[in-house]
């Protein structure tokens, strides 16, 4: 079926739900010129994404956006469970970042509760250990309270801070 060809239909309607684009991103989502993935629903629809509020989200968006932009670094966070390498499987994550050379990433699997933070090779100097460990104590206290989106974005802003450059 070429672009733009209407497909058959039996019953009037398309079953798009669980369907993938070229991307392998769920229809109706791209990437967009940041490297963020925006995502749009059918109606009736509801996204498959952890419990968070709208304004924690949104709150998460924005420290991403102010980090990456203040350390020039791409910045990302991956809430999620983690193979038993989580180190290995946060790697893995990376990759498929926009840019991953360039970027960092903050993974959480809180069913384990592990914590990573790996880095591309471009910035690997200025994202390391010790701004990784910086990040982790900044995060730690908010997890403890089960306070997932706060704890990644003082995470994302004390390793933020740390790489900025002058």
Same mark, same amino acid.
């Given at each position: ?37 925006? =995502? ?47 180190? @290995?499987?946060?790697?893995? &994550?990376? @990759? ?9 990433? &903050? ?7 592990? &914590? ?25 206290? @908010? ?18 801070? =740390?790489?900025?450059?002058?």
């Amino acid at each position: 079926m070429a672009s733009g060809d209407i497909a058959p239909q039996n019953s009037g309607v398309i079953d798009l739900i669980g369907a993938y684009n070229d991307e392998g991103l769920p229809l109706g989502a791209a990437v967009t010129s940041s490297g963020r993935i925006s =995502a749009a629903l059918f109606p009736g629809a509801t996204f498959d994404t952890p419990p968070f509020s709208r304004d924690e989200l949104v709150m998460l968006d924005d420290a991403l956006r102010d980090a990456s932009n203040l350390a020039e670094v791409r910045f990302s966070t991956f809430i999620g469970d983690l193979g038993e390498d989580v180190t @290995a499987d946060a790697r893995a &994550i990376l @990759a498929r970042c926009p840019e991953p050379a360039y970027a960092a990433l &903050i993974a959480v699997s809180p069913n384990t509760r592990d &914590i990573v933070v790996v880095s591309g090779s471009e910035v690997a100097g200025r994202v390391n250990d010790r701004v990784a460990e910086l990040g982790v104590k900044a995060a730690v206290p @908010a997890f403890r309270s089960n306070q997932l989106i706060d704890g990644l974005v003082a995470a994302l802003r004390v390793m933020a801070t =740390a790489v900025a450059r002058p």
